[in-house]
């Protein structure tokens, strides 16, 4: 009889087969042992799918073994900033804007009396409606450039979306919008002490100065206007104080920055409430877009008025220039 150390070696493993396979089975014993049995869970094979040993120790290796990861929550990310320039943005264009009218217009008038006029005085140059409008012109592209470098390279948004341009407004709000602003500026004018004479009136001496600025009254002047107040400023003050401030706020240095242009406060209370109209259409709309042809309509209406008056600005007794104030 031999020890039962002998019957503990020899395990055959093989493929599955029947259950008579016998020493061929799947698994099968030599002899049969009180301590080999398979009643003793100490020498019988137990196999653990949910506990493997890793080759190179003996600790356990199984879902316990890795707990599970803690997520980092995901990032919160917040709207861009309505709009994305800020208040000291709108600062900045307001001050390059001045130092850019006045460099641009002494550089103008100084160049026509080298070049266009040697033997008139300096001053007398520069009291010519035509050289001011070139140098306006030129220093609004200046402006206008870097309004659009502003936004596109500081801020990498889209200039005409971020400004809110917006062709889509509606025409009927146009319309409304320019009928109030002619009605209402033409009943506060009768009872305001409108001076009868204004520096503006020298744009009108001549009849090319005249079609000039009509020209400028409806194109590049509202288009920069409304760029400016109701593109970069109303937003701002609209974001700071809500809508109805910001409308108010937005009107009043909108009638301030014309008083060097008639000398008087009547003329500027007129032309703030001409802003404050602007400034509620593109509110309505949220189009500044709306607000420059609303803008564009009233200025063109005084012109078209003034020029029928005068037929063909050729005869400007014939009707009170002071009575047109173009915003």
Known sequence: MGTGKEYLGSWIVG?????????????????????????????????????????DSHAPVG????????????????????????????????ILTI???????????????????????????????????????LSYIAVAIYMFMLVEGKYHAPFWQSIRWNWR????????????????????????PMPKSTPFDQFFAHPRDAYLIAIFAVTVGPLMEELFFRGFLYPVLARQTGIAPAVLLTAIPFGLIHYLQYKSWAAVLVITLVGVVLTIVRAVTKSVSA???????????????????????????KVAIAQFYLP
């Open 15 to 55: 493929p599955p087969s029947r259950p008579d396979a016998g020493a061929t089975g799947s698994l099968s014993l030599k002899g049969r042992d009180p301590i080999s049995s398979t009643d003793n869970s100490q020498v019988e094979p137990h196999l653990d799918s949910q506990r493997l040993v890793s080759p």
């Open 291 to 317: 607000s420059f042809l609303v803008h564009v309509g009233y200025n063109g209406t005084l012109m078209v008025l003034a020029a029928l008056a005068t037929d063909g600005f050729r005869h400007m007794e």
């Open 63 to 94: 879902p316990e073994a890795f707990p599970p990861a803690i997520l980092a929550p995901d990032p919160v990310t917040l709207p861009p900033r309505d709009p994305v320039w800020s208040g000291w943005d709108v600062l900045l264009i307001a």
């Open 99 to 137: 130092v850019t009218l006045i460099v641009v217009e002494v550089f103008t008038v100084l160049a026509a009396s080298l070049l266009v006029f040697p033997n008139s005085k300096f001053t007398d140059v520069a009291q010519k409606p035509v050289l001011a409008l070139i140098g306006e012109f």
């Open 169 to 192: 407004a509606s025409s009927t709000l146009i319309l409304l919008g320019l009928g109030v602003l002619t009605v209402s500026v033409d009943m506060l004018s009768r009872y305001l």
